[in-house]
């Protein structure tokens, strides 16, 4: 199912885009051999490695793929899995509740659609896919008649975890949730061992979550498995920036 046509990217040296919703096993592959470029061969996961080259797990054939592809050769060159409500209570979970304790959202499920596995390929960094996929996250939404996105931002680990407890400190003096919606991982990554007062780099993905609106619900669990350290986010759609509002639903068809 097709949700925009195209878009140029944000350089002219590249051809243009399109985004669409994954409808078939091979395109689903498709993804899932992206994220293993990225996550696994990209960030030298070699625990995860596997002979077939694809990341999956049992939530893949529950969620829904937005695809991002170069018009030119169709390569799959970005892309985002969503998760529905009726689809997360038919499956009895959303993805993050493995992190983290989600009660005080109970009475917020039937209204929200989980984001993950964003993955974008390296050559294609410029802008133009990650605004199609949130353009495509503010459609899904839209038809889902949702009004909460939910999901996980992973911050690296590989300096020890110093930044991540100098971003959630950072972050924590300007996006903390309302104690109502906070959140309590299951497996907490240990802030109080590691260096907070260092300068923080915040992960791209992350930066544009808080630029849009978006809370952290709390302090981060540790993802043993992708060596991170995993913040949950909690973005209601009626905290848009006014800016990314205007371009995200406008292409998405919301008046």
């Not at 960030?43 to 030119?72: K, P, Q």
């Not at 990554?189 to 930066?207: G, I, N």
Request: charged letters at 25%; one cysteine or more; glycine letters at 8%.
């Amino acid at each position: 199912m097709r949700l925009l046509t195209t878009a140029a990217d944000a350089s002219a040296s590249f051809p243009k885009l399109t985004l669409s919703l994954a409808s078939t096993r091979e395109e689903v592959r498709e993804v899932q051999r992206l994220r293993y470029k990225i996550f696994i061969e990209t960030m030298g996961l070699s625990a995860l490695a596997n002979d077939d080259g694809i990341d999956a797990d049992e939530f893949d054939a529950w969620c829904d793929h937005l695809i991002v592809r170069d018009a030119r050769s169709l390569k799959v060159v970005g892309t985002y899995r969503v998760l529905g409500p009726a689809a997360a209570r038919e499956l009895g979970r959303f993805y993050s509740e493995g992190e983290f304790d989600l009660a005080r959202l109970q009475h917020l499920r039937g209204r929200m659609v989980e984001a993950g596995r964003a993955c974008i390929h390296p050559d294609y960094r410029s802008g133009g896919v990650i605004m199609l996929l949130w353009a495509g996250l503010a459609a899904y939404m839209r038809r889902q008649r949702c009004e909460y996105l939910i999901g996980c931002a992973s911050i690296s680990l590989s300096d020890g975890g110093h930044n991540a407890a100098a971003v959630y400190h950072a972050l924590a003096q300007t996006n903390l949730a309302p104690p109502e919606y906070r959140v309590t991982p299951h497996a907490p990554f240990p802030l109080h061992a590691r260096d907070a007062d260092r300068k923080s780099q915040v992960p791209p993905l992350l930066k544009g979550y808080m630029r849009s609106g978006a809370w952290i619900c709390g302090e981060p669990a540790w993802d043993a498995d992708f060596h991170s350290a995993d913040l949950f986010l909690l973005l209601p759609l009626d905290r848009l920036d006014e800016r990314y509002a205007r371009h995200y639903l406008k292409d998405s068809g919301q008046p």
